[in-house]
């Protein structure tokens, strides 16, 4: 359908400011003169990779969609970021201490990004936080920087407190969070049987007030920490066991996304002043660790809403920063180390998921052909259609002349509604036949068309009836797109999380339809439609009807936080291909490592059932119909290959 934009005049700039690449894809992502996407892997230090070339190019390395490309030196120049921010915050405001942060293993567990996040904060001994075993396994085997620290955070049974202790020994440096209040005893007891003791942290939980999705991560009702009461407790079962001297640090997380700074300088004010109260109690402390939840803004709206935040990165380290300089300098109670776990904002940059639409379905909206001795409802309906062809001029005109210019339309509009309503009522009672009916919808549809047609002629800002505006929206496409959300981009269905998404080409070309997307999975939630706008969100994306014989490839951007290892294998659709990009030298670019994606026999298999049991049974099924001559040995071999290569092959479509 026609939308109120002047594809004569539409350029690469307009399809950058229609997806905001140009608000929440600085420094990274942009476009070209030739209408495609375009990735600064090093942000503002040059060099630049054309987005559809790098697909091209994967795709002849036979690294089939949905892909996900990963710009390792995005995830480095986010680092670089925060410790610069840091950096300029600690020497602006004069502060006396360090910034010494940690990666939230969390966020995403692959190696390869865990590795070089290690590599890369080597020179800021950047450390990382594990929330169970399996987290400790991967920070103790990938930090052997003795300095870099290893917080452990999550609940702790016996065996994660004693690892922790001995991998003291090891030359590392865990720091034991506690984060319940009966983890202070088990902590005595592992401390006794070793004879050695860990790094010991305690988690505050605040009172401060917090709002967004994770706004319940503080207050008494929070899942994690310790009230003032059990902090105290603590702090005297600590002393009594001789570990007072292990008290070092000082955790507090007030949950993901944060929105509004306003929220983490009240929760730095209130951390701060327990932090010297700390001190006061006779703990040596030195780190306070002001957790995770440094924002990402996704619409790049610069806004305190869910998609979005109200602060800058700078402005982040700047609070921090002075604000824990001015509740503890007044005291005489020195500066603190301080430390973040930021996930969310290092990580959700460095990856971009690509995927191909297969095709499109819209409304039938062709004007169908006159029938012999067509019912009254349909007839009705084709004089409806001629009306509506014959206001277009009288819209102009009224809409000159400022009249409501709609009330033609709108008159139009619901005459059509009757008489599609009475041949479907017809249709029921036996009076009008099948083709019939499908001529009274189609001639619909195309009234539909011919309104919105009109509409978009419209100069801007002209009120639009809310019917003939759910009207456009009826005329939108399903875009079926080659991917599982539930796979590649489980929040946006688990909570409604928005990421940039649009097509990666002829972004120097009118998008001239209205659509959504239906992936893959066999699930009415399998779809992305809510999508990022200029202040609000929209329901419908602006997409260019995919030419034949073309791809129309689609990016969905921001999501390298959380969402891998929140994927699940719903339809059994797995893992997609995936390729580690680098900026060469020269500008050219290198395929660092290439990880492929599920394959049908690795997916069955985490179900538990044997792939190779699976087509025995299927080759004795096809012995008997070929016992039975129902089927041909020709056939037979055909449809065991199909199997055979379908196992080996990734769970996607392919083209
Ligand atoms: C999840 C989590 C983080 C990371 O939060 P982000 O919003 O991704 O920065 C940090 N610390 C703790 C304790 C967490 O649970």
Redesign the pocket.
Known sequence: MVLTITPSTWTAEDGSSLYGLDRWGDPYFSVNGRGHVMVQPRGDRGGSLDLVELVRELQGRDLTLPLLIRFDDILEDRLERLHAAFERAIAQYGYTGRYQGVF?V??NQQRHVVEQLVESGRRWHFGL?A?SKAELLIALSLVDDPEALLIC?GYKDRRYIETAILARRLGRQPVVVIEQADEVERIIHASRELGAAPLIGVRAKLSSRSTGRWGSSVGERAKFGLSVPDLLATVEALRQAGLLPELRLLHF?IG??INDIAVLKDALQEAGQIYGELTRLGAPMGYLDV????GIDYDGSRTATAASKNYSLQNYANDVVATVRECCEPHGVPLPTLVS?????IASHFSVLIFDVLGTAGPPAAVPAVQAEEPLMVRNLRDTFATIHATAEATAQATAEGATCCDALQEAWNDAIKFKDDALSAFRLGYLNLPQRAVAEQLTWACAEAIAGQLAQLPPGTPIPEQLQALQAGLASTYYANLSVFRSAPDTWAIDQLFPVLPIQRLDEAPTGLGSFADLTCDSDGKLTRFIGRGQEKSLLELHPPRPGEPYWVGLFLAG?YQEVMGNLHNLFGSTNAAHIRLGPGGNYLVDHVVRGDTNAEVLQVMEHDPRQLLERLRLASEEAIGRGQLAISDARRLMAHLESSLGQTTYLQS
């Open positions: 939230p969390k966020c936080e929330g955070n997380h993901s996304q957790g995770g939840g440094l776990e930021s996930g969310r904002a936080a």
